[in-house]
């Protein structure tokens, strides 16, 4: 997994508590790798607060977990990102993230 430092600078500061904690949240879900580049979609739910529309990267993760019986279950995840143009550079300015069942 990569670090804060390398993502930093394009997190736009509305969301750069959220995503400084992320990595941390993930790895106690179980995730420890992303499947493929992301993918450009363009039916994401949109965050019109945010002025994040329905265009995002989508990535898909994997990971497992442990489970009350004594084992381990493979789990999969989705990992949404909009960006924006701020500055001429491009930023995260939302993120959603959930384990799918």
């Given amino acids: 997994m990569g670090t804060w430092q390398a993502i ?3 997190v736009s500061p509305a969301v750069t508590r959220q995503m400084r904690n992320f990595q941390a949240q993930i790895r106690r879900d179980g995730i420890r790798r992303v499947g493929a ?9 949109p965050a019109p607060a945010v002025g994040a529309g329905k265009d995002c990267f989508v990535y898909r ?3 497992s977990q442990v489970v ?6 493979p789990i999969k995840a989705r990992f949404r990102l909009w960006v924006a143009r701020s500055s001429g550079n491009w930023q995260v300015i939302n993120y959603d993230y959930d384990v799918l069942r």
């Avoid at 009350?68 to 279950?73: A, E, Q, T, Y």
């Fill in 68 to 73: 009350p019986v004594g084992g381990v279950s």
């Fill in 61 to 63: 993760l994997s990971g």
């Fill in 37 to 45: 580049p992301g993918v450009l979609r363009h039916d994401c739910p």
């Fill in 8 to 10: 930093e600078a394009d």
